[in-house]
């Protein structure tokens, strides 16, 4: 099995957020540095289907010529 590197990074939260985390935190029965960094990951992928939707917005023309699947992932 692959060994996975973590980088450690430090936060300053305000109190409403670190209350948050770590009533979370407690519900899951995780510690809360595992909460954060998986809360970290959702808002990501959040930021990353927002940025996807931009795009398919931008493509999205009356006139648009539509690509098969096939076709548009073909090397």
């Keep these: 099995m692959a060994s996975i590197t973590k980088t450690?990074?430090?936060i300053s939260l305000p109190d409403e957020l670190k209350e948050a985390l770590h009533k979370l935190a407690k519900r899951d029965r995780i510690p809360e540095a595992t909460k954060a960094a998986r809360?970290?990951?959702?808002?990501?992928?959040l930021e990353?289907?927002?940025v996807?939707?931009?795009?398919a917005e931008?493509?999205?023309?009356?006139?648009a010529r539509f690509v098969s699947h096939t076709k548009a992932w073909k090397e």
Excluded: C, G, Y
């Design 48 to 50: 990353e289907d927002q």
């Design 52 to 55: 996807w939707n931009e795009i």
């Design 39 to 45: 809360l970290l990951e959702v808002a990501l992928e």
């Design 8 to 10: 450690r990074i430090n």
């Design 58 to 63: 931008k493509r999205d023309k009356k006139k």
